[in-house]
């Protein structure tokens, strides 16, 4: 039986969250979505857009519960690797993830933003095994982009 690719892994987790990313992810302003320095690409922070929609918003701990919020950094994450993809023509050009930063929409007495974020690094982890552990960054916010719930950059590794 044949091993299945990253892209294919991506692919597979994005269709049992019900979601595809297979059109255009379109920047809001003037920069870049995915910025490289030699080997080391950067993505802008993504919120939980599918198509032209942000499908998770509000302030978690108040409209949006926690389960919501590791579903919209799941989805955060996707789109990070849906740019990253479109960079190198494939997940497989990944030698390391390096860095998450994780930013959630959230109430004063929310505590659990490693528990959001712990969404996106077990996805990650799940399509690059080992490459896919990375160091990282749950911060609380009072207000995001959109009123999006979270929103999730990443700092990758190419292979050489």
């Known amino acids: 039986m044949t091993a299945l690719t990253r892209d294919q892994i991506a692919d597979r987790i994005a269709a049992e969250l019900g979601h595809s990313f297979g059109g255009e992810l379109v920047a809001g302003g003037h920069y870049a979505p995915v910025a490289r320095d030699g080997n080391t690409l950067y993505t802008s922070g993504q919120v939980p857009r599918v ?5 998770v918003t509000g302030r978690v701990g108040e409209r949006v519960s926690l389960e919501k919020a590791r579903e919209a950094a ?3 994450a ?4 849906t740019l990253l993809r479109r960079e190198l023509g ?5 030698e390391k993830l390096l860095r998450v930063g994780v930013f959630v929409q959230c109430t004063a007495d929310f505590t659990q933003q490693s528990e959001v974020a712990d969404a996106a690094s077990d996805l990650l982890h799940r ?3 080992d490459a896919g552990v990375h160091v990282r960054t749950a ?11 979270v929103e999730l950059e990443m700092t990758a590794l190419a292979k050489r």
């Open 51 to 55: 198509g032209t929609t942000v499908v």
């Open 74 to 76: 799941q989805i955060c």
């Open 90 to 94: 494939s997940l497989d050009g990944i």
């Open 139 to 149: 911060v609380g916010v009072y207000a995001l982009p959109k009123n999006a719930s």
């Open 127 to 129: 399509v690059f095994g």
């Open 78 to 81: 996707l789109r990070c690797l």
